[in-house]
């Protein structure tokens, strides 16, 4: 049964992997189920989606800076937190991950991850090996004793050109993770 996402805020990190461009998909899907998305990017994450793409699907500036005056001034990395009924990292990178897992705080979506009394579903998207390596399994085993939850990886044809388990969740799927999360 599709959930209504009605009352419900989501706050939305985009970090560095080819598949961000599925999260503007993403966004619109959350929107249209009736819930509110606030979203930000990490710097990898504003190489492959820009800022404004995201700001005019979500109607409301996207979070990029730690270091910014104005948004800090309201302690903008506690906030966006507090103000989520879920946070979802989509697409979650190996990088990312691993700040996570080992609790780094050196831009504004790790440290507002480490502030979170939020709940969090995670959709990572990476090549194959990357998703593989013993690094990675690591903190995806630390995450998940952490009680973060995750939707995907796929199998499938990878942007490298390779083959394997590393393809993010289809926007759809994630939807409806987000929906049976927060309902
Ligand atoms: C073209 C290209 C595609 C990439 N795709 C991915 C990816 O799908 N998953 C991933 O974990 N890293 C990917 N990376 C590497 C990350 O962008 C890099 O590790 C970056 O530091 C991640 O930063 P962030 O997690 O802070 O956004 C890619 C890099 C490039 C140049």
């Not at 309201?74 to 946070?87: K, Q, T, V, Y």
């Not at 990878?158 to 999360?181: H, K």
């Amino acid at each position: 049964m599709i959930q209504t996402l009605e009352n419900k805020s989501i706050l939305l990190i985009i970090s560095g992997g080819i598949a961000a461009y599925k999260s503007l998909e993403l966004i619109r899907l959350i929107r249209k189920s009736g819930g509110a998305v606030r979203a930000v990017l990490t710097k990898g994450g504003a190489q492959f989606v820009t800022p404004l793409s995201v700001s005019a699907l979500c109607e409301e500036k996207a979070y990029t800076d730690l270091w910014s005056l104005k948004d800090e001034t309201e302690m903008g990395h506690i906030r966006l937190s507090r103000e989520a009924n879920l946070i979802v990292i989509a697409p979650a990178s190996a990088d990312l991950l691993a700040k996570m897992a080992n609790g780094f705080a050196d831009d504004l979506a790790s440290t507002t991850l480490l502030a979170a009394n939020t709940p969090i579903l995670i959709a990572p998207a990476m090549n194959h090996m990357m998703w593989e390596n013993a690094a990675t399994r690591d903190n995806l085993a630390k995450l998940k004793d952490r009680g973060v939850s995750m939707v995907g990886p796929n199998e499938g044809d990878m942007a490298c050109g390779e083959y394997g388990m590393g393809r993010m969740a289809e926007p759809e799927e994630i939807l409806e993770a987000i929906q049976s999360t927060t309902s």
